[in-house]
């Protein structure tokens, strides 16, 4: 099929540069870390900044390494909480085996503040099977189309990409693109969703009823990270005995546990929300019969990953996230293959991404 012949909305995507997104967003000084800096100011920019990863480079500022990702931050959070008294820095972790001594978590916040970011980095890589694998950091230049890196990176679950100049040294990074970044330019620009604007998302098999992770509000907080860890999941519904939804434990939440607090993740969810709010005194929401530009525009105006989709009952029955966005948009033509960045296509060949990618495939024509 020609390109004439695809979709107006893939059709645009697919003409837009990366690059041209990029300049569109408030300028701002790339946020990065050293590989020495301490995880308790890590967490405090990424804080400051309201992101929930930046990337990473070696301790003379020479090589990238990575991002950090509050997920990261998450994992080794269990791994400090499941050490046992020998202290081994990496122990397995295992369901509902960890410390309940708040002095002994209190003395050991001080050692997770001081941790050093390449302790970190990467912890979360082997909790997410739904993610195909990535190389450690491979920038994408700014001449790269907005569908290829929907289609090669973002739709396969890494929710953003390091960019470099067309022309410049891909040492040289200056931005990162997100899935927000391209959830912001269809909310801006809501007529490219053309005929799905107005239809549910369930018309347009964005949503499916599906059992969402979730845990009480009498559980201790540790619990919910616990639950993200070994459900593979970004987010956590915290519901009541009867099941409605009445908060959420996420990502940006991650961000509120300092080294002075890590022992307050022993209290219950609702003690914990109470000393430590969020910036959203609820989840955003929305319902099966949602228009897509109304989940569209949620995500972009609360700057959220994720929509709890709830029945009439107030129970959660699925969620639709930025990467489920990611996913629609590439399955609105499966068979059209936009050009892979030059910089993926040695990774895209190996033999274990391949044989994702295929998998992949084949959920979506089923």
């Not at 970011?117 to 907005?146: K, N, Q």
């Not at 022309?167 to 899935?179: L, R, W, Y």
């Not at 105006?301 to 709890?308: A, E």
């Not at 948009?329 to 960045?341: A, E, G, M, T």
Request: glycine share 4%; net charge neutral.
């Amino acid at each position: 099929m020609s390109k004439g012949e695809l979709p107006s909305l893939i059709d645009v995507l697919d003409e837009v540069k990366v690059g041209t997104l990029v300049e569109a967003k408030p300028r701002k000084a790339l946020v990065f870390f050293h590989s020495n800096d301490t995880l308790s100011k890590a967490i405090e920019v990424l804080s400051k900044n309201g992101i929930q990863s930046a990337p990473v480079k070696d301790a003379v500022g020479k090589y990238w390494l990575g991002f950090l990702d509050v997920m990261d931050i998450t994992t080794y959070i269990l791994k400090i909480y499941c050490e046992g008294e020998s202290g081994i820095p990496y122990p397995e972790i295992q369901w509902n085996k960890f410390s309940r001594d708040f002095e002994l978590m209190e003395h050991k916040g001080t050692k997770y503040g001081n941790t050093p970011v390449r302790d970190v980095l990467g912890c979360a890589a082997e909790s997410y099977s739904e993610t195909i694998p990535m190389p450690v950091f491979v920038p994408i230049p700014s001449d790269a189309s907005v569908f290829s890196i929907v289609k090669w990176v973002l739709s396969l679950g890494h929710h953003r990409v390091a960019i470099y100049r067309q022309g410049s040294p891909k040492t040289e990074i200056s931005s990162v693109f997100t899935q927000s970044d391209v959830i912001q330019h269809l909310a801006n620009n809501l007529t490219l969703l053309g005929e799905y604007r107005n239809k549910t998302i369930q018309e347009i098999g964005l949503f499916q009823a599906k059992e969402v992770a979730s845990i009480s509000a009498r559980a201790p907080a540790i619990i919910a990270l616990y639950v993200m860890y070994f459900n593979h999941v970004s987010s956590v519904a915290i519901t009541t005995d009867a099941g409605e939804l009445i908060g959420a434990i996420t990502p940006s939440d991650i961000k509120r546990i300092e080294a002075h607090n890590l022992s307050k993740l022993l209290v219950p969810l609702i003690e914990f929300n109470k000393r430590f709010p969020s910036k959203l005194n609820y989840p955003i929401t929305g319902a099966a019969t949602s228009t897509l530009e109304s989940i569209i525009s949620k995500m972009a105006t609360y700057r959220v990953h994720k929509v709890f989709i709830l029945d009439i009952h107030l129970k959660p029955i699925g969620v639709i996230s930025t990467t489920d966005v990611m996913k629609w948009l590439v399955n609105l033509k499966v068979d059209y293959i936009p050009p892979v960045p030059s910089d993926l296509l040695s990774h895209l060949a190996l033999p274990k991404v391949q044989a994702s990618l295929q998998e992949q495939k084949q959920k979506a024509q089923a």
